[in-house]
């Protein structure tokens, strides 16, 4: 009977010890949801013994990145040892290009631990890089008593703060009132109406325009657009090049009419004769 209470006792004990081991893994990884072209960020893991035994040389490794990214920290962080039931965490210093496409992009690590053999594990942290940019179209509105109204749209897909408009020195116009206008803020698919008074020199196709707005990141844009609007000397402006050939088709119609009408004329007055 003691021999038989000794066996089962011994037994539990090599099925206990079989399983006492450690077990590592991410419990956490603290990675920005969203971050813009060229911004510094970094990846925090946190590792954790959920095993019954203490883990030994834990190293947790860069071990790949997608090609916009750079890592600008160390690739191999050894963390030692780790009781069970304990974690603890490393940090990951990384930056995007400033010329990387908005989208989804990984980065792979590699965390190691020994006991009685080494385990190796992956884990795959994403990141999401989305430009806080946007773009505006500009188009001639209308003309009337020297004032020229400009419609200004946010056609981008991000909100654009403190929006003005600028019209800066140009050979064929002259400006008889502010060169700027603020508009406020417009988010996307908004738009609005910027007038000014100006005066052409010179004939000209085409008007520069200079649209300045802040992101939401904070930072200052300034894009410049060209304006399609036949702009004649004397301040008259018409507004499309399109408008103009439809004035000399109707001249040319006119005409026309002009010389059949003539024509059936002689020619009924020469069959009188």
Avoid: W
């Amino acid at each position: 009977m003691r021999t038989l209470l000794f066996v089962i006792v011994f037994s539990l004990f090599l099925i206990s010890n079989a399983y006492a081991i450690p077990q590592v893994q991410v419990v956490s990884n603290s990675t920005p949801q969203k971050i813009a072209p060229g911004e510094q960020f970094i990846v925090q893991l946190t590792i954790a013994n959920i095993g019954s035994e203490k883990a030994d040389k834990i190293v947790v490794s860069l071990l790949s990145l997608d090609s916009p990214l750079t890592s600008k920290s160390s690739s191999i962080i050894n963390l030692g040892s780790l009781e069970a039931g304990k974690s603890v965490s490393t940090v990951f210093v990384f930056v995007s290009s400033k010329d990387t496409a908005d989208g989804f992009y990984s980065i792979m690590f590699n965390i190691d631990s020994c006991q009685s053999a080494c385990l190796t594990f992956s884990h795959v942290a994403v990141v999401e890089v989305k430009s806080p940019a946007t773009n505006f179209e500009i188009s001639f509105q209308s003309y009337s008593d020297g004032i020229v109204s400009l419609s200004v749209a946010n056609i981008g897909i991000n909100p654009a703060i403190a929006v003005s408009v600028n019209v800066p020195k140009q050979i064929s116009i002259e400006l008889n009132g502010a060169s700027t206008v603020f508009l406020g803020n417009l988010d996307s698919g908004d738009s609005t109406i910027a007038d000014f008074n100006l005066t052409a020199k010179n004939d000209t196709s085409s008007l520069k325009i200079e649209v300045s707005y802040t992101d939401s990141n904070g930072e200052r844009h300034t894009i410049e657009k060209t304006v399609s609007a036949n702009i004649i000397s004397g301040g008259f402006l018409r507004k499309t090049a399109q408008t103009d050939n439809s004035e000399t088709n109707l001249i040319i119609i006119a005409a026309i009419v002009v010389v059949i009408v003539f024509s059936v004329y002689r020619y009924r007055k020469g069959k009188k004769k």
